[in-house]
């Protein structure tokens, strides 16, 4: 059964924004923090940002002061806003939510993000 559904991919030109939605059931939703990775083609998975069930966020360098992540508790949805669409952001984008226990890890489909020069 489908955990998380990733939405809000699509092709932008650099210098463009797109905003992702990650919905989950409740229980998922609410456990430890929700995450966003990529990947681009031929490379390896990397994580983009989290944020805890309390709201606190970290970013990887490659995107800070572009992108943000938050969540919505009413609607167990999380959403990555992205500007300033570079090139290098290309990928396909997965959201994550973990708990603390080791079973706690969950995944999305995807959704892919295109950003042409």
């Known amino acids: 059964q489908v955990q998380l559904v990733e939405s809000g991919g699509g092709s932008v030109q650099a210098g463009g924004s797109l905003r992702l939605s990650c919905a989950a059931s409740?229980?998922?939703?609410?456990?430890?923090?929700m995450r966003w990775y990529r990947q681009a083609p031929g490379k390896q998975r990397d994580l983009v940002a989290t944020?805890?069930?309390?709201?606190?966020?970290n970013y990887a360098d490659a995107v800070k002061g572009r992108f943000t992540i938050s969540r919505d508790n009413a609607r167990n949805t999380a959403y990555l806003q992205m500007n300033n669409l570079k090139p290098e952001d290309t990928a396909v984008y997965y959201c994550?939510?973990?708990?603390?226990?080791?079973?706690?890890?969950?995944w999305g489909q995807g959704t892919q993000v295109t950003v042409s020069s």
């Open positions: 409740r229980i998922i939703f609410n456990m430890n923090a």
């Open positions: 944020i805890s069930s309390g709201g606190s966020t």
């Open positions: 994550n939510a973990v708990g603390i226990l080791a079973y706690q890890n969950y």
